[in-house]
């Protein structure tokens, strides 16, 4: 709590990390959640005047437009490579990139993980609502088996497209990696958990510990043609088990194995 110059209590005050501006983004959509945290991370922090962000291609594109802080807007999925060059280039820097799972799991995959591979001292947040927000309600990677989107009205059918992308579980094994979690803003609970593994995924680049990514599993209502309400249960219900919360990989912990969910074919 900090008081006023009149005496009252604020138990709340808006980041200057961001712009007091409204945003573009859907009724809903956890996107201005995400940017807060963010915004109060890099505050609380003492980051504002050493941080670079760079803005995927996407519903996020317009990152840039919210954030008081120096920006850059990449090609779509190469935010991660604009990211390690910038990171390079200016070492003393905070840089993050913050992107979708159209633009980071699909045309950005090779970047990411390479990016992760090398071990590049960047941060990254992932906001993955299992669909292509911006250009219509298209299939992405991470969109669930049989979810109904713009390209796939009879559901998603794995013998055709393949299974959902769980790109945070294949980068906490790469070795690069120093800090990977999953967290969901759904609520004021994950809310609160989202911001704590956001700061440590700063942290972890401030101290030189190398890659680090929050995947944030949060609603596209509009996207989903549902309600903001029905939009919070339908990703608790359906997403969450599919992308289960928690840190995959960060310092300290046992380093994650791959175990197979399945196996193909007869022993």
Known sequence: MSRTEDGLQVAFKATPVLHPIPNHYCPGCAHGIVHRLVGEVIEELGLIERTIGVASVGCSVLAYNYFDLDFISAPHGRAPAVATGLKRSVPDSVVFTYQGDGDLAAIGTAEIIHAAVRGENITVIYYNNAIYGMTGGQMSPTTLPGMVTATTPLGRDTHAT??????????????????????????????????????????????GQGFSLVEVVGTCPTGWGLTPVEAVEWCRQKMLPVYPLGELKAPGLPAPRFIPAYRVGKE
């Open 162 to 207: 393949g299974f959902p992308f769980k790109i945070a579980d294949l980068l906490a094994l790469v070795e690069g990696s120093a800090y990977i979690a999953r967290v969901a803003p759904l609520d004021v609970a994950g809310i609160t958990r989202a911001k704590k593994a956001i700061k440590k995924a700063f942290q972890v680049q401030l101290a």
